[in-house]
């Protein structure tokens, strides 16, 4: 891996160069009494996630582990990004920071943030 976070990949007799950088894809929602953030994690693990906040972001770490592989198989060709990633996301001003709920479901992470002062 090179200073950029690029990786030189071989496939058979040919080799291409992938940024490693995982960024999940991201959706947020505004709701009446606040927000939904939905972020696409297939192949996570809900133990190998963290959700947190400080001061107004809320911070959405974790990491894919490649937990299909078998001893004796040899890569061929490689899409999927099996690293750690880090996500921050400012919150509004009127987000309750203490009153975030998550939920894991079919590869998907739905964090629901509420208003402080109801519905807007």
Request: net charge positive; hydrophobic share 35%; proline share 2%.
């Given at each position: ?74 890569h ?29 479901r ?15």
């Amino acid at each position: 891996m090179d200073k950029n976070g690029k990786k030189n990949v071989k496939n058979g007799t040919s080799s291409r160069i992938i940024s490693i950088d995982w960024n999940p894809s991201t959706d947020i929602y505004q709701t009446i009494d606040g927000w939904v953030i939905k972020m696409e994690l297939a192949g996570i693990d809900p133990q190998d996630l963290e959700v947190s906040t400080s001061n107004r972001n809320l911070i959405i770490k974790g990491h894919r582990k490649d937990s299909f592989i078998e001893r004796d198989w040899v890569h061929l060709s490689m899409e999927i990004l099996y690293s750690s990633f880090e996500r921050m996301i400012e919150l509004p001003l009127n987000a309750d920071s203490g009153n975030i709920k998550t939920e894991y479901r079919d590869g998907m992470l739905l964090i629901k943030v509420k208003k402080t002062n109801g519905r807007k």
